[in-house]
């Protein structure tokens, strides 16, 4: 945007002044051939009477001595002519029948005063023409006609032209670079904040606050706005972080006493039906235990301010792997593992310890009994990266995978997974609450992170969670 008004500013103070400088060249243009002009105008006439006298007595002598002369002080052709129009005297050939020559050589005849000619531009070379008429008694005898070079008008004319040239430029830079610059800057500067400040707050730090004392009115006024929206913004999800932590945490004691209760009524019953019932409604109050458990750990960690940093991806990983390898083997399920050395991210702390654990417990209950393979790796941030742009990285991204070869999600269930509470209607009966991927996902964009899942090749579910790299350390450069 930036650019865009520079632009704009630069183009209308460059009209500016061209409109300025194109009357003052015309003006300075115009008083170097009024100045030539007005010279050759007195020699023509002071011609005129020499002519007068030898025109009427025949006698060219003095006035061929005159022009030669004078064409050879001042490179001009200068000729005279008689009433008939036929040359009486001339020094270098001029050609009656040119154009301009005629046309004021006729009204010379005519005993008319010559014209002053129009601008000369440096890139016009035609000569300027003057013709006088030769008077006597009121006759006309004839004319003279002076065919003068413009080097030297249309030379002062480029030197002044040159010279407002780059007094223009110099004039556009300096208003460009030492008013324009900082003043679209100094407008723009509120912009840049709130650009920022909504890319935070989209970002879910609903903390982000803009100053109100900067720019333009209607720009202080505008950061008012956003400051407000942001307080209410923050304010209702605070409310919502608050109403479902203390909801949760107030309902772990009734449940926790109706579980116990419930649990009291097996002695009172003695048939194998009602013992049934039951147990089942033992395992609904455990299951409801997980989801209070989960939405407070959620809560929690929605409104977790704790500051990212580096992470050893190869430690954590190659640690939560062998925690997990005896749960696979008791499930006969084959975990593998492909960790590079010395591959460190950003993330907040046990931020991907979570996220293993989660994406680990998902594919040993939904991998269909298939081989899990954990991959870390590391690339470079491509242009409009959203993890890259999150984490404002240039080191890279690294990705952890955690991959399965089983049934996988459809293409729709893989655009609703991760959302609160939502699990497959296949994987209904599988035990869970739906909350893991959801805080996993929350956690880790927390972080600057992102999730994703997708389908694994020829089938199966990858899920990959992807951090900003880490700056290598000086050692790891070598």
């Known amino acids: 945007m930036r650019r865009r008004l520079l632009v704009i500013v630069f183009v209308l103070v460059a009209g500016l002044i061209v409109a300025l400088s194109v009357p003052l060249v015309r003006a300075t243009a115009e008083r170097t051939v009024q ?4 010279g050759r105008v007195e020699d023509s006439a002071w011609f005129a009477d020499m002519a007068a006298t030898a025109l009427e007595s025949g006698r060219t002598g003095r006035l061929k001595a005159a022009v030669d002369r004078y064409a050879s002080l001042y490179d001009s052709r200068v000729a005279v002519v008689d009433a008939d129009s036929e040359t009486v005297v001339a020094r270098r050939p001029v050609d009656l029948q040119e154009p301009q020559v005629r046309s004021a050589l006729l009204l010379a005849l005519a005993d008319r005063p010559p014209e002053q000619p129009s601008v000369v531009w440096p890139w016009d070379d035609r000569p300027f023409v003057l013709a006088e008429p030769v008077r006597r008694d009121g006759r006309v005898l004839g004319a003279v006609l002076i065919v003068s070079p413009t080097d030297r008008a249309r030379s002062e004319v480029a030197d002044h032209l040159t010279l407002v040239a780059l007094g223009s430029l110099t004039a556009l830079a300096l208003v460009v670079i030492a008013v324009a610059t900082p003043v679209v800057r100094w407008v723009l500067r509120p912009v840049h904040d709130l650009d920022r400040a909504t890319h935070e707050v989209a970002l879910g730090r609903l903390k982000t606050r803009v100053s109100e004392r900067v720019g333009a009115p209607e720009l202080r006024r505008l950061a008012n706005s956003f400051n407000v929206m942001a307080d209410s913004m923050h304010a209702s999800q605070e409310q919502q972080r608050a109403f479902v932590a ?8 009734p449940l926790t006493a109706l579980r116990l209760r419930v649990e009291n009524l097996e002695d009172f019953v003695n048939d194998s039906d009602g013992l049934n019932e039951l147990h089942c409604a033992v395992e609904e109050a455990d299951r409801f235990g997980e989801i209070l458990d989960g939405l407070l750990r959620l809560a929690r960690a929605e409104a977790s301010v704790a500051e990212r940093g580096p992470v050893d991806v190869s430690a954590v990983v190659t640690h939560r792997a062998d925690a997990w390898r005896t749960a696979f083997a008791s499930a006969g399920v084959r975990l593998t593992t492909e960790v590079p050395e010395s591959v460190s991210a950003l993330s907040l702390p046990d931020c991907l310890d979570h996220a293993l654990d989660t994406l680990l417990d998902n594919a040993l209950k939904f991998g269909g009994g298939t081989q899990v393979d954990v991959l870390v790796s590391r690339t470079a941030a491509g242009d409009g990266d959203e993890c890259g742009d999150r984490g404002g990285a240039a ?12 049934p996988g999600l459809t293409e729709e269930e893989l655009s609703q997974a991760g959302g609160r509470f939502w699990r497959s209607a296949r994987h209904q009966n599988v035990r869970g609450t739906g909350l893991g991927l ?3 996902r929350t956690l880790v964009e927390a972080g600057g992170g992102e999730l994703r899942l997708s389908a694994a090749q020829p089938h199966g579910l990858a899920a990959t969670v992807r951090l900003p790299a880490a700056p290598a350390l000086p050692a790891e450069r070598v």
């Open 35 to 38: 100045t030539s002009f007005i």
């Open 246 to 253: 203390q909801a949760s945490h107030q309902l772990r004691n």
């Open 395 to 406: 080191a890279g991204v690294v990705e952890v995978t955690v991959r399965d070869a089983g």
């Open 438 to 440: 959801a805080l996993t």
